[in-house]
């Protein structure tokens, strides 16, 4: 049997805050960062279980699955966060990882009442994505007992989908439903019961490691460089830029006029400088090497 609410770790009161609203600012602001401080340790213990599940989240990618973050409240906006920022770094379509919130768009900026709690609204969900075996489906509750993210995972499961079990306390139903439970233990929150604090931290950070691994095991970085950034703006054109300058070695100047050739894609103006080719055979070159720069470059 799992540990009742009151009972679970993210749910305890901290004596060492009792006093803070007495506190001056700077005080209870010390306070907050020695507490947020923590935070890694508490992630670097969960590691070995966040590496298992990103192996199987990056090779059901591959084979051609999507990634599915599930999630309530604040695990919720977190959750569409990451997989939003997916496509501008790594130029994925909008589809391949998606962040899935109780209540809807709405509960983005808006707390939707109950929303956790409706356990159905959160199987339909994942029928409604038409989760299969090459997906992966993230749950994320900070208790670990949320209906909605419980029953989402659950379901996946059912269906063949890999899946993943975030939570901030041990032993939870949202562990027990998933193929691997990753249990981030950040104890009480110096707002008792806060958990968008140290636990919503930690999510963060979990969530930061599973997107970022997964792409680049999927090849979608060349190095420490986000070769498929989408250069959108001057920024990540100036960016885009030096990824072409910085890989070639070529010439700021030449780097940016093929990058401009190469219609922005960064991946094809190294081949083409590298190759000495035009651009519709660099991309023959990469598409030839499943659209991975280094085996482009490899080969070459």
């Known amino acids: 049997?799992?540990?009742?609410?009151?009972?679970?770790?993210?749910?305890?009161?901290?004596?060492?805050?009792?006093?803070?609203?007495?506190?001056?600012?700077?005080?209870?602001?010390?306070?907050?960062?020695?507490?947020?401080?923590?935070?890694?340790?508490?992630?670097?213990?969960?590691?070995?279980?966040?590496?298992?599940?990103?192996?199987?989240?990056?090779?059901?990618?591959?084979?051609?699955?999507?990634?599915?973050?599930?999630?309530?409240?604040t695990s919720g906006r977190l959750a569409v966060l990451d997989a939003s920022e997916c496509p501008p770094t790594y130029g994925t379509?909008?589809?391949?990882?998606?962040?899935?919130?109780?209540?809807?768009?709405?509960?983005?900026?808006?707390?939707?009442?109950?929303?956790?709690?409706?356990?159905?609204?959160?199987?339909?969900?994942?029928?409604?994505?038409?989760?299969?075996?090459?997906?992966?489906?993230?749950?994320?509750?900070?208790?670990g007992r949320a209906p909605y993210v419980v029953a989402a995972v659950a379901e996946a499961r059912r269906r063949g989908a890999l899946t993943v079990g975030l939570a901030c306390n041990t032993g939870t139903p949202l562990g027990a439903a998933a193929h691997h439970a990753i249990e981030v233990v950040v104890g009480p929150e110096i707002v008792t019961g806060s958990t968008r604090l140290k636990a919503g931290t930690a999510q963060k950070l979990v969530l930061n490691m599973i997107s970022t691994i997964t792409m680049i095991k999927t090849g979608r970085t060349y190095g420490n460089h986000m070769v498929d950034v989408v250069a959108s703006n001057s920024k990540l054109v100036d960016r885009a830029a030096r990824m072409v300058a910085d890989i070639t070695g070529a010439p700021a100047a030449r780097a940016r006029e093929v990058l401009e050739d190469a219609g922005r894609d960064v991946k094809?103006?190294?081949?083409?400088?590298?190759?000495?080719?035009?651009?519709?055979?660099?991309?023959?070159?990469?598409?030839?090497?499943?659209?991975?720069?280094?085996?482009?470059?490899?080969d070459a």
């Open 93 to 143: 379509h909008p589809d391949l990882v998606q962040g899935i919130i109780a209540g809807g768009e709405v509960a983005l900026v808006r707390s939707v009442e109950g929303a956790e709690d409706d356990a159905e609204a959160g199987a339909a969900v994942i029928r409604e994505k038409d989760a299969g075996p090459l997906d992966s489906v993230v749950g994320i509750s900070a208790s």
């Open 268 to 298: 094809t103006a190294v081949v083409m400088i590298e190759r000495g080719v035009g651009a519709d055979d660099a991309r023959a070159v990469l598409a030839a090497h499943g659209n991975r720069l280094a085996a482009a470059l490899r």
């Open 1 to 73: 049997m799992t540990q009742s609410l009151a009972a679970l770790a993210t749910e305890q009161s901290d004596p060492r805050y009792s006093g803070i609203d007495t506190l001056p600012t700077e005080e209870i602001a010390r306070l907050m960062n020695a507490a947020d401080a923590a935070v890694p340790a508490a992630v670097g213990r969960a590691v070995p279980a966040i590496s298992a599940a990103i192996d199987g989240i990056a090779g059901r990618m591959t084979a051609g699955g999507r990634l599915l973050y599930v999630g309530a409240g």
